[in-house]
């Protein structure tokens, strides 16, 4: 289906008009598809019991960043349909289209727009998701059904105060299940 921009709403939730190749670091949420719990539970003392299919989530989390020499991986975990992660960029500035030289015959695009640079942020959640999805439909057996959101929420991490602060909320994250908005089970007052 072609796209309508009277019936597509959609906006992006990045920050307009900013680098996301810039070494800085990034708290990163991936929600699961229709907030699915997938990758396994939290018990009574708020502890996260990962499932095969969230091992294989936490799984290449890891390998994706060993792959990613311009990736380091800061706290991290596994929800039943969510991830968190703090992810650091220590790569190279962006390439811009025009400073690209064409291959053999090929021509040159004629657009000055900027595309996901391959050391971005969205290239390295681009890539994790793809390899995880992979896996996960292999082990259910559901080839092409979508495990992830479309997209996936970042903020950018400005601060020693603020990276402390994400730090603590990632590493208590399976604690506070309960009360939180991720949560199928919670009642929003």
């Known amino acids: 289906m072609p796209f309508d921009p009277n019936k597509h709403h959609r906006r992006s939730v990045r920050l307009s008009g900013y680098d996301y190749a810039q070494d800085v670091a990034y708290f990163v949420t991936v929600c699961t598809a229709r907030r699915d719990s997938l990758f396994g539970q939290i018990t009574n003392d708020g502890e996260m019991i990962l499932n095969t299919l969230g091992c294989v989530v936490e799984d290449n989390w890891f390998k994706s960043a060993n792959i990613r020499k311009e990736i380091i991986l800061d706290a991290f975990v596994v929800m039943p349909n969510h991830i968190h992660g703090i992810v650091m960029i220590i790569g190279e500035p962006p390439v811009e289209v025009r400073d690209l030289r064409a291959h053999s015959r090929a021509p040159l695009p004629q657009s000055n727009t900027l595309f996901r640079p391959p050391r971005s942020l969205g290239s390295f959640i681009a890539g994790f998701k793809s390899v995880a999805t992979t896996q996960i439909n292999q082990i259910r057996d559901t080839p092409y059904v979508p495990v992830w959101q479309r997209s996936f929420y970042d903020t950018i991490i400005w601060n020693q105060t603020m990276l ?26």
């Open 164 to 189: 402390d602060g994400i730090r603590t909320y990632v590493e208590n994250n399976p604690t506070t299940w309960a009360s939180d908005q991720e949560n199928p089970t919670f009642e929003k007052q």
